[in-house]
């Protein structure tokens, strides 16, 4: 994976997912990721990888 889009993703602050089941919560994280990849222009095939950057507490262990 490259180590500079990793660096740009964070640095944009995504919204982190904890694992809560919380549609709203659930809702912003995605639409977040979502932004996120088209603004980055992420490949498809990278998305999730870099989207794992961005959960923890229980949603860490999926």
Not at 18 to 38: A, C, M, P, Y
Request: glycine share 2%.
């Amino acid at each position: 994976m490259e180590v500079q889009l990793v660096k740009d993703f964070i640095r944009l602050k995504p919204v982190y997912f904890d694992g809560v089941r919380d549609f709203q919560k659930i809702e912003k994280w995605i639409l977040s990721q979502e932004k996120l990849h088209r603004v980055l222009r992420i490949e498809d095939r990278l998305r999730a990888e870099i989207s794992s950057y961005t959960l923890e507490r229980d949603a860490d262990v999926w």
